[in-house]
């Protein structure tokens, strides 16, 4: 912090670090994370993600590769991309039964493939969590206490197939990533690990992350990911684009709400 931020820091501190200011306080810090593109859910302009196709689509970057869509739900960002008139292969993965059926319908209107499968860090048989009653909701989670805890409703377990980024690629002959986009409800660290191999050989060229409150449940914090991806600068969506975030620091990045983070691999072909 310069001489004229630790000044400012003194002065706010003596007038309104007080219990009678706190209300006003939080409701400030609450405002300013839609400023800084946290919480902006409600739809793809606020949330950054209309921004972002567009910033890749003028920049070449969707010209050749493919596009994987991890955690696909019913297919509402395969949709997007075919809407910006984006032609690249998309394999959309959704382990959920009722939710993969809505995407298989979307696939066939807007030409992208589903895959019945969601990703990990091995290939296996595992659990998915989703409201009882309730088939494919978009909060489905590998994680009971996100359905449990933070959203507060009766959880019922179904089983799903999981693969991995790195068998896909290999079974299918895939040389190029252009985008990976990855939505999984606090699973993101372990898909990421599951593409060891694609990330260390620079195939994964943009990777989108969803980064929010399951991934305390699932105990992941963003060092993490940023660990898992050195070759790579991060960037925080906005409505009007992208925001460096730059070099790790807690307080920029270990922001346990919903926010989308774009990884981009540095010297990219």
Do not use: C, W
């Not at 946290?38 to 969707?62: P, Q, T, Y």
């Amino acid at each position: 912090m310069n001489t004229i931020g630790k000044s400012a820091k003194r002065i706010y501190v003596r007038l309104f670090a007080r219990r009678m200011f706190y209300p006003v306080n939080l409701f400030l810090y609450k405002l300013s994370m839609f400023g800084l593109g946290i919480r902006n859910h409600e739809n793809d302009i606020v949330s950054g993600e209309k921004a972002f196709i567009k910033f890749l689509i003028a920049g070449k970057r969707l010209n050749a590769g493919v596009i994987m869509d991890i955690g696909a739900n019913a297919g509402s960002y395969s949709m997007m991309l075919r809407k910006h008139q984006v032609s690249l292969p998309i394999f959309a993965f959704e382990p959920h039964p009722a939710a993969f059926r809505k995407l298989q319908e979307a696939g066939s209107r807007y030409n992208f493939t589903p895959i019945p499968q969601g990703a990990g860090e091995t290939s296996a048989v595992a659990a998915i969590y989703d409201y009882r009653g309730e088939g494919g909701t978009e909060h489905a989670s590998m994680y009971k206490d996100v359905i449990e805890q933070l959203h507060k409703g009766e959880a019922q377990e179904l089983s799903i197939s999981l693969t991995t980024i790195d068998e896909f690629i290999s079974e299918n002959g895939i040389s190029k990533i252009a985008l990976l986009k990855i939505d999984t409800e606090g699973h993101e660290l372990s898909v990421l690990k599951g593409a060891k191999n694609a990330i260390s050989k620079g195939i994964a060229e943009v990777i989108q992350i969803e980064f929010n409150e399951m991934n305390i449940i699932s105990r992941t914090f963003f060092k993490d990911i940023v660990d898992i991806l050195p070759g790579y600068d991060f960037y925080r969506l906005l409505p009007d684009g992208l925001k460096a975030l730059g070099a790790y620091k807690s307080v920029n990045y270990e922001i346990f709400s919903f926010q989308n983070i774009v990884a981009l691999r540095r010297n990219a072909r």
